[in-house]
């Protein structure tokens, strides 16, 4: 296992939980890339999305089935516009590099956001800190580790 994904261990650790990482050699790093590797719907896996909400670093932790919907984020997050972060800046924020960004572990908190869309599963999967390795979870967990604020954020 990398320093990476030692992290996102660690983190799920705080929250007494014990994540079965699983390395997929030929990569994990788009979620089309990650539902193929792992064999499940591609509304299973957790996209772990950086935006900036005004000035604000936001995480929408969004279905690979869907996309954001940039205006809904910007209302739940109760701001007035929204941006693309770069990849400098994910990394500066997360501590990990594009692909991998896990849904919690992150270098610096941020308030997250969850796609409803997720809780429909007994279990979806996401990043484990590298474009290679991801885990599984039940997204109600997922939800109360994260923190996260429940809203429709997906653009249908
Ligand atoms: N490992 C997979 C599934 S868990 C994963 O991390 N998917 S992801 O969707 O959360 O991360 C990839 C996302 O990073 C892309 O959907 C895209 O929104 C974003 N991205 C890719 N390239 C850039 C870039 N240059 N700058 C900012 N965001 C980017």
């Known amino acids: 296992m990398t320093d990476a994904v030692d992290r996102v261990v660690a983190a799920a650790a705080e929250h007494d939980l014990v994540l079965d990482v699983v ?3 030929d990569g994990t790093r788009t979620a089309a890339d990650a539902a193929a590797a792992v064999g499940c719907e591609i509304g299973q896996i957790v996209k772990s999305l950086i935006f900036a909400v005004d000035d604000e670093i ?8 869907n996309r954001v919907d940039t205006d809904a984020l910007v209302e739940l997050a109760g701001g007035e516009a929204s941006r693309r972060v770069d990849a400098d800046a994910v990394r500066t924020v997360t501590g990990f590099a594009i692909g991998g960004v896990p849904p919690f572990g992150h270098l610096q908190p941020v308030r997250a956001f969850f796609d409803p869309s997720l809780l429909a599963y007994d279990s979806v999967w996401a990043a484990a800190g590298t474009p290679r390795h991801v885990f599984p979870i039940d997204p109600s967990r997922l939800l109360e580790i994260t923190g996260a604020a429940v809203g429709d954020f997906s653009d249908r």
């Open 23 to 25: 390395e997929y050699p």
């Open 58 to 65: 936001v995480l929408a932790l969004t279905s690979g089935a």
